[in-house]
């Protein structure tokens, strides 16, 4: 029982995995981050661009 719980503490194979588990959910942290300020800024961006759209007078009407 000793050598196996030894074997065991000394194993390292499943360390990487945790790594990549920690790594990825970063990554798509950080992704989800920045797709929510793209989307805020670009709905904010778009709303101006058509309020200063909608003001202009093209000339053609009343």
Not at 7 to 17: L, Q
Not at 30 to 45: D, F, M, Q, R, Y
Request: without cysteine; aromatic residues 8%; hydrophobic residues 50%.
């Amino acid at each position: 029982m000793t050598s196996f719980l030894n074997k065991f503490r000394k194993d390292e194979d499943g360390a990487v995995t945790v790594d990549w588990v920690v790594l990825t959910a970063a990554v798509v942290g950080l992704a989800v981050a920045a797709w929510t300020t793209i989307e805020t800024n670009s709905v904010g961006l778009i709303g101006a661009a058509g309020g200063a759209v909608a003001g202009q007078n093209d000339g053609f009407g009343s």
